[in-house]
């Protein structure tokens, strides 16, 4: 699926420190209870959040826009390091537009009591407008996950 993927492919690449540990980041970007309530942009929805979290394992993540419209990202875990490191290969469909084939890699490091989280996703059909508007949803996702986080501490603390 992702064989044409290779380091001259286009990239979007996100790079954010989360005042949080690794192990609360870690779970919020891997436990679909966590996920439901921040994946996305501003006035995006999770529906279906369906993973087996572990190398060969699949997914399926379903998102509602504010318009309606349903954006579906399915594929397969290549790589699983717990609080380190997530690897996998998919396909995200949104109406209207073709297919993408991406590879997205996730890697958690620690940084003292704070987590910095990475995302580099390729894909051969990326143009600089996807791109460019990437960057503006996950700005937009960051901003509720770093909410999310907040509120998990403060019923920790």
């Not at 690897?87 to 991406?102: C, D, F, W």
């Not at 949803?137 to 986080?149: D, I, M, P, T």
């Amino acid at each position: 699926m992702n064989d044409s993927l290779t380091a001259a492919t286009p990239a979007l690449s996100v790079t954010r420190v989360l005042d949080a540990p690794r192990s609360l980041v870690w779970k919020a970007w891997t436990d679909p209870a966590h996920v439901s309530r921040w994946w996305g942009p501003h006035g995006c929805t999770v529906s279906v959040d369906e993973a087996d979290r572990r190398p060969g394992g699949r997914f399926r993540r379903e998102m509602r826009t504010p318009d309606g419209a349903l954006v579906v990202v399915t594929g397969t875990f290549e790589e699983v390091v717990p609080e380190q490191r997530l690897v996998s290969v998919g396909v995200l469909e949104r109406p209207g537009t073709p297919p993408l084939n991406t590879r997205m890699t996730v890697t958690f490091e620690d940084r003292g009591g704070k987590t910095e989280l990475t995302i580099v996703q390729t894909c051969a059909d990326f143009t600089a407008d996807y791109i460019a508007n990437a960057n503006i949803g996950w700005a937009q996702a960051f901003e509720k996950l770093e909410a999310h986080l907040a509120s998990e501490q403060g019923r920790a603390g």
